[in-house]
T-cell receptor, first 111, second 112 residues
């Protein structure tokens, strides 16, 4: 099946710093999403971005489908950005219905 | 809108007991799915459904049953609970199979 690798696995920042999270995947995809799991366990959809660039406030994401990676940018980080960020992809070929998750990047933002 | 609602939020079972985790969505989504989350393993797909009357297996289906009699509901049944099924379970839905996915708040299950 499709492989999803996220880096770095852990990231510690001071409030106000910027960061880039990476998601590499092993096959062509027709679906890529970024999620944030907050410290209380709630999973929030950040971006639906199978290709191109999107921005939402301090967060933005870029997917370069031809090179099989996606980047999530967090600017001017806040303590509320802490949690785990997951990338999830769905293989384009073969009609698979399965959205496969990476193991996540754990972000800690210190005040 | 309530979004995706899961019940119960917490449950403790003894080995061999059966139970059902309930999931309901009020967004008229065709696609629904169940994931389990274990430390260091990320989220793994258990079962999914692309519409009422249609279900299929994910990565880790053994020990679980699902049904989809209505668009709104997608219950997950544990037939004979085992300690290996101790996990946090998430239900999720989207308008179509490749659409933006919305999660419920999760159900923490402990099997003793």
């Amino acid at each position: 099946g499709i492989q999803v690798e996220q880096s770095p696995p852990d990231l510690i920042l001071q409030e106000g710093a910027n960061s880039t999270l990476r998601c590499n995947f092993s096959d062509s995809v027709n679906n890529l999403q970024w999620f944030h799991q907050n410290p209380w366990g709630q999973l929030i959809n950040l971006f639906y971005i199978p290709s191109g660039t999107k921005q939402n406030g301090r967060l933005s994401a870029t997917t370069v489908a031809t090179e099989r990676y996606s980047l999530l940018y967090i600017s001017s980080s806040q303590t509320t950005d802490s949690g785990v960020y997951f990338c999830a992809v769905q293989k384009a070929q073969g009609g698979s219905e399965k959205l496969v998750f990476g193991k996540g990047t754990k972000l800690t933002v210190n005040p | 809108n309530a979004g995706v609602t899961q019940t119960p939020k917490f449950q403790v079972l003894k080995t061999g007991q059966s139970m059902t985790l309930q999931c309901a969505q009020d967004m008229n989504h065709e696609y629904m799915s169940w994931y389990r989350q274990d430390p260091g393993m990320g989220l793994r797909l258990i079962h999914y459904s692309v519409g009422a009357g249609i279900t299929d297996q994910g990565e880790v289906p053994n020990g679980y049953n699902v049904s989809r009699s209505t668009t709104e509901d997608f219950p997950l049944r544990l037939l004979s609970a085992a300690p290996s099924q101790t996990s946090v379970y998430f239900c999720a839905s989207s308008y179509y199979r490749t659409g933006e996915l919305f999660f419920g708040e999760g159900s923490r299950l402990t099997v003793l």
